[in-house]
């Protein structure tokens, strides 16, 4: 088992800048991935970020290139979406969610992941 707790989350104007945390614990040395999605009300929950966990190979979702990045650092089992210049429409409860070795799929699909956080709430205000 590995959990997943978020933290970072809150208010921020357009223009401005957040970092989100994702502290995973537990079974994390099987991790292959970890990525962030969100959903927005009355929308479906969509990829935002992705990052291999050995390689750090990164993929980001086309709405958020050149402003969002996310990071890693394994000593800490702890991945990062920096959120830099963040639009109204990214307002979202953002999830972590961890994907282990021998999960199939691509990181874009949240079906390929194993292990979801409770999720931190993003507002982001014009």
């Known amino acids: 088992q590995v959990q997943l707790v978020e933290s970072g989350g809150g208010s921020v104007q357009a223009g401005g800048s957040l970092r989100l945390s994702c502290a995973a614990s537990?079974?994390?040395?099987?991790?292959?991935?970890m990525g962030w999605f969100r959903q927005a009300p009355g929308k479906e929950r969509e990829f935002v970020a992705a990052i291999i966990w050995s390689a750090g190979r990164a993929y980001s979702a086309e709405p958020v290139k050149g402003r969002f990045t996310i990071s890693r650092d394994n000593a800490k089992n702890t991945v990062y979406l920096r959120m830099n210049s963040p639009k109204p429409e990214d307002t979202a409860l953002y999830y972590c969610a961890a994907r282990m070795r021998g999960t199939m799929g691509v990181v874009m699909s949240g079906s390929s992941y194993d292990y979801w956080g409770q999720g931190t709430q993003v507002t982001v205000s014009s």
């Open positions: 537990g079974r994390t040395f099987n991790t292959y991935a």
